[in-house]
């Protein structure tokens, strides 16, 4: 069974997405699950990404409430070609793609 991290409403403090992705590693996460409020400024958003993107690790990710939609599609567009960033508006059921029904 595939353990996963879930890191979320980081947009008060974005240095603690490195940091809490260590953490996750540590316990034992395999992928990523990031559930929104990565940023209030698109320079946020891009360092989560950035330092997703770094962990080597697959994420899904989404926005929040706090995310505006360009800056969100114009960096998810950017990292997505790094291979472990995966949009989790825009493919929706991932859980039927990687055959898991304990998603």
Avoid: C
Avoid at 76 to 95: S, T, V
């Amino acid at each position: 069974m595939v353990k996963y991290g879930i890191i979320s409403d980081t947009h008060e403090r974005p240095e603690i997405v490195p940091l809490a992705i260590a953490v996750l590693k540590k316990e034992g996460a395999e992928k990523l699950v990031f559930n929104g409020d990565l940023g209030n400024e698109e320079r946020d958003i891009v360092f989560a990404f950035y330092s997703t993107a770094k962990s080597g690790m697959e994420a899904y990710v989404q926005p929040g409430s706090h995310e505006q939609v360009r800056p969100f599609e114009e960096a998810i567009e950017y990292f997505k070609n790094r291979g472990n960033i995966i949009n989790a508006i825009k493919n929706p059921g991932m859980n039927k793609v990687n055959n898991n029904p304990n998603i």
